[in-house]
């Protein structure tokens, strides 16, 4: 299995990537060339040291991203037969893909943004030469979140990278990195799978009965990750069945202060449940990193309470963080169904995605003209750019549905 196999869609974005894997072998190949083989150009290479890879959510930004770092690592002798670098099984791929190999550096914070310390700490890692692969990759997963001051460090890093050094920036879109960076990385944007592929990868990959990957696949329009998600968790799918009955109870005020309540307590709840599956650990193995003794109660060595305090305050952002990020979800799928009930108001052929709601589709298109709906749509967007400017997510989320109720 080749490290692209996983990449759903995207293919002229692999045959770049492919082009540049070999590229890159022949230039570190070059630094160290056999009797009579001259080395080839760098001007005229298809690799580059830094790369930026956009994409709407659930296009694999970060899947092609690792599966690039992996070509880039690949060491199977094929390649010197005249095969593309990238086969999936050697040692340099299987660590890359598994994140062990020691070359490869994977950032996706589960935290609000990336601060200036932890952008340093990455831009003295790459300029360090590679301890035993073929480069220094630094994979930045979320890329858009970087802070102002966290973007002006790593600029300094892609304007003079070390020699054999790659960053791959990931991002929703050009707009969310900072001008100077992103004029100095190679873009690639990356499309949403279609829909039958999807399908066709969670019936084969995860084993997914081919009914429900369809459902699945339709309702996300392409996002492999949701729509695996759903398919594998009956709680998310109980959450996201509750979103979209939310347009039929917005009959009144008191209708829509209780919807956005629910929608509010539904993220809570989710970011609740990844804290405890996740928190006590993290604390657990803190403690005893710092010599937590048992049978003394729990008390804890002298000096340590900084770190505890720390870890506390990173699961808090976390938390928040999760909580956004299930509501931005859910209101995804809002705006989903008032696409929907949009498509049936002006009578096209595409079909609607949330086929398993249908009737509360025609419902509410019946009830009104397709301005109310792009008003309401409107109103969904607004939401979400509230939530991402830090406003209450209560408030946020009541102005909304008052807004849907109204038209």
Avoid at 24 to 37: R, S
Avoid at 273 to 300: F, I, N, P, S, Y
Wanted: overall charge neutral.
């Amino acid at each position: 299995m080749a490290v692209w196999d996983d990449l759903i869609g995207q293919d002229p974005v692999v045959a770049q990537l492919t082009a540049a894997a070999r590229d890159a072998d022949a230039l570190v190949t070059a630094a160290q060339p056999a009797a009579g083989e001259p080395a080839p150009p760098r001007a005229s290479s298809k690799m580059t040291h830094a790369w930026l890879f956009t994409g709407p959510p659930g296009s694999g930004r970060t899947t092609v991203a690792r599966a690039f770092a992996a070509a880039l690592q690949c060491v199977s002798p094929d390649r010197a037969l005249g095969g593309a670098p990238g086969c999936g099984f050697c040692e340099g791929c299987h660590t890359t893909l598994v994140g062990t190999h020691a070359d490869v550096e994977v950032v996706a914070t589960d935290q609000l943004s990336i601060g200036v310390k932890d952008t340093r700490d990455l831009v003295r890692r790459s300029s360090m030469s590679p301890a035993n692969g073929r480069w220094q990759v630094i994979v930045l997963a979320d890329a858009d979140r970087l802070t102002e001051g966290a973007g002006n460090v790593l600029l300094k890093a892609v304007e003079e990278p070390a020699p054999r050094t790659v960053w791959l920036l990931c991002a929703p879109s050009i707009e969310d990195v900072l001008p100077t960076i992103r004029s100095r990385c190679r873009h690639l944007n990356l499309r949403t799978p279609p829909v039958d592929a999807v399908a066709d990868v969670l019936v084969r990959r995860d084993g997914i009965e081919p009914e429900l990957a369809a459902t699945v696949a339709r309702a996300t329009q392409g996002h492999i990750d949701w729509a695996r998600r759903l398919a594998t968790d009956e709680r998310a799918r109980e959450r996201r069945a509750a979103v979209l009955r939310l347009p039929l109870q917005l009959d009144d005020i008191g209708g829509c202060l209780k919807a956005a309540q629910t929608l509010v307590d539904s993220a809570t709840e989710d970011a609740k449940q990844v804290a405890e599956e996740v928190d006590a650990k993290e604390t657990e193995e803190l403690r005893a990193a710092l010599g937590a003794a048992a049978g003394t109660g729990g008390r804890m060595p002298r000096g340590t309470a900084g770190a505890m305090k720390e870890l506390a305050d990173r699961q808090k952002r976390r938390a928040t963080r999760t909580q956004r990020d299930t509501l931005d979800q859910a209101l995804t799928d809002l705006a989903g169904f008032y696409r929907d009930v949009l498509v049936v108001q002006l009578g096209t052929s595409r079909p609607i995605a949330n086929a398993e709601v249908s009737d509360a589709i025609r419902r509410v298109a019946a009830s009104g003209r397709p301005e109310n709906t792009l008003r309401r749509i409107e109103a969904v967007l607004a939401c979400r750019e509230a939530l991402d400017g830090n406003v209450a997510p209560l408030l946020a989320v009541e102005a909304m549905t008052m807004a849907l109720r109204a038209g």
